[in-house]
């Protein structure tokens, strides 16, 4: 008998890799500025005087009869823009309306047309087969 021999195959030199500087991540700690809540019981000491805030003025308001409800006036700048988006939402659906009327029943017509087309081709296929 004879032997065999094996064949051992040379293995390429290793890739060398430059080396890593790895840094492990850090965690930052949480922190919070600590919130003041005064005691419901607390009250000014007896030789200090209340101040006193600027008289507010009164808004105009308007008094609803039926629910019997004052309800404040908007500032106009408040009641322009309203009226103008009105204006404009109004103005725009009316424009569109009447510019997509004819071409809506256009197409309503067009499908029509194709769809009753279709049912006489089935028709005509039914009783064809029927024969």
Do not use: H
């Not at 919130?35 to 419901?40: G, L, R």
């Not at 009226?83 to 424009?95: C, F, L, N, P």
């Amino acid at each position: 008998m004879e032997r065999l021999k094996l064949i051992t195959p040379k293995m390429p030199k290793g890739i060398e890799l430059p080396p890593l500087d790895f840094k492990p991540p850090t965690a930052g700690i949480p922190s919070y500025k600590p919130i003041v809540i005064p005691p419901s019981d607390l009250e000014a000491p007896e030789d200090v005087e209340e101040e006193t805030s600027e008289e507010v003025v009164a808004q105009p308001s308007l008094k609803i009869p039926v629910i019997d409800i004052q309800m404040p006036v908007p500032e106009p700048a408040v009641v322009v823009t309203a009226v103008t988006t009105a204006v404009v939402a109004v103005a725009t659906t009316s424009i569109t309306s009447s510019l997509f009327e004819p071409i809506k029943k256009k197409v309503q017509k067009f499908l029509q047309g194709k769809v009753d087309k279709w049912k006489q081709k089935r028709k005509k296929k039914k009783d064809s087969l029927a024969n």
